[in-house]
């Protein structure tokens, strides 16, 4: 767990008080604590502004790391779930006899149930509350992937995916939307990235794991490992509180009070008194903005650049990374075992990229970190393209850096895309930018597969090149530098 200096938020931006209806109860009460140093007094006197600025003086605590163990199993398992298709992949070819299209097919399928989830979890989340959500989507991913281990046909395995899909592709924005939401703006970069590590981690764990497990034990044991989640439908909602930022903006503000102090119970020392919290009861008084404010004039530049920064990283990862095995081994003529080890090569260098991202974000800023890796993701491509015809390990090694400069822009899209929207649509905005991650999985694997079967890689590598420079330009005219910021702050 991070260790914070106190830091002292400038008052600026506007609010965003949601219009949703409430429809269901999300109960804190019982993580309150007699230990708490709270100093708001009784639910009944508590702001929105007194909530904010509690949350600002708290440095990270035991909750914090709770909250980020649990939410990052399901993370982790994400990850581990997504990419678990690019380690059994050569064997199911074999076992169905697969053709392009249908290969093509099962990689991109999942994609679909993901393009929903996208948008259907966030929107959940931004009326029954962030654990809600999360708890529901982990269970999907988690009973799904036990399913996919039993699958008897590829029909079966690819109807089972694309349901999982659901899941997998809910959980990410709206987990990343709550660590966002209950951590305070200094060190908030390098706290939720810290975090979402976990994501690379569970894609290298898969890579790695299936590059073991796979050859020895078949394909089915990747999928019921892929199946811990569920353990989340269960517990999530009982030992971790839910965003005292939500409670709050939604009005709930005794059960606010509530969620917060089971943080404020964990402090390791006293916390300050809250002292004048005006300057952030300033911060919410603003406009209520709704999900079409999305796209307002307030709002379009900061949603484009998030778009394109999410389709990017759609595009390479699903379009390269599930593909490398089978290029290894069917384009360079690899033994398994040597293509599933390069394949995991690549996602190594992808944890070291996000680890190196989470140092340094709050010093450099989101915006450099995102442009910088993304072009330089860019120039490894290129140099794939070019020296395509060398040899395995040369061209391996281009794509795992390319994987690694990826990663650090895509870790950074979890603490960039939450900050940039107010707390009534954070979910939402956060879920869109998913849903065009989502979409560009959906073609991207079949833009490779027209490319690498016929035989052209240098095509297809300078193609994917174009993508990440596309990406660069567009967040570095239309993003704004968020660190620091308290996220009150940062709505306009």
Same mark, same amino acid.
């Given at each position: ?77 994400? @990850? ?145 490992? @892929? ?125 070291? @990229? ?139």
């Amino acid at each position: 767990m991070l260790t914070q200096r106190q830091d002292t938020a400038s008052p600026g931006a506007q609010m965003a008080a949601s219009a949703s209806i409430v429809t269901a109860a999300e109960g804190a009460a019982g993580f309150a604590d007699s230990r708490s140093t709270s100093a708001a007094g009784s639910a009944g006197g508590v702001t929105r502004g007194n909530i904010i600025a509690r949350i600002e003086r708290m440095p990270g605590n035991a909750m914090h790391i709770r909250a980020r163990l649990l939410i990052g199993l399901a993370t982790f398992f994400d @990850g581990f779930d997504v990419i678990a298709i690019a380690a059994t992949l050569p064997l199911l070819i074999a076992k169905w006899s697969l053709t392009p299209g249908q290969i093509g097919f099962l990689i991109a399928a999942p994609s679909v149930g993901q393009l929903v989830g996208a948008l259907v979890f966030p929107a959940l989340a931004e009326r029954f509350g962030r654990l809600r959500s999360i708890g529901w989507s982990a269970g999907i991913i988690g009973l799904m992937s036990i399913a996919c281990g039993f699958a008897p046909s590829f029909e079966i395995f690819a109807v089972l995916r694309i349901v999982q899909g659901l899941g997998l592709g809910g959980e990410l924005p709206v987990a990343a939307t709550y660590i966002n939401e209950v951590t305070r703006a200094h060190g908030r970069g390098r706290f939720v990235l810290l975090y979402e590590v976990v994501f690379p981690i569970g894609l290298m764990v898969s890579n790695g794991v299936g590059a073991w497990l796979v050859p020895h034990y078949g394909w089915e044991v990747m999928y019921f490992l @892929g199946g811990v989640p569920l353990v989340l439908f269960f517990i999530l909602r009982r030992v971790v509180p839910e965003s005292p930022r939500w409670l709050a903006e939604k009005g709930r503000m005794e059960e606010a009070d509530s969620a917060l102090r089971a943080f404020e119970a964990r402090a390791r020392t006293p916390l300050p008194p809250v002292g004048d919290t005006s300057a952030f009861d300033a911060m919410t008084h603003h406009p209520r903005r709704r999900v079409r404010d999305l796209v307002s004039k307030a709002y379009i530049g900061r949603t484009l650049a998030v778009w394109m920064l999410w389709a990017t990283c759609g595009f390479i990862q699903y379009g390269l990374s599930t593909w490398l095995p089978t290029v290894y081994k069917t384009v360079y003529h690899a033994p398994l075992q040597l293509a599933l080890n390069l394949a995991a090569g690549a996602s190594v260098l992808g944890v070291v @990229g996000s680890l190196v991202c989470a140092m340094i974000v709050d010093k450099v800023g989101r915006k450099p970190v995102i442009n910088v890796s993304f072009l330089l993701c860019a120039l490894s491509l290129v140099l794939a393209g070019v020296f395509h015809a060398s040899n395995v390990y040369v061209v391996a090694t281009l794509c795992a850096l390319a994987m690694g400069f990826l990663a650090s822009g895509f870790i950074t899209a979890y603490v960039y895309t939450p900050e940039l929207y107010p707390t009534s649509v954070r979910a939402m905005g956060c879920g869109l930018g998913g849903a065009w991650l989502k979409l560009a999985a959906i073609f991207a694997p079949s833009l490779i597969a027209s490319t690498i079967g016929s035989g052209d890689l240098s095509g297809a590598f300078l193609s994917l090149a174009a993508v990440p420079f596309l990406a660069a330009i567009t967040v570095h005219f239309l993003g704004i530098e968020t660190k620091g910021q308290v996220l009150e702050e940062l709505e306009v």
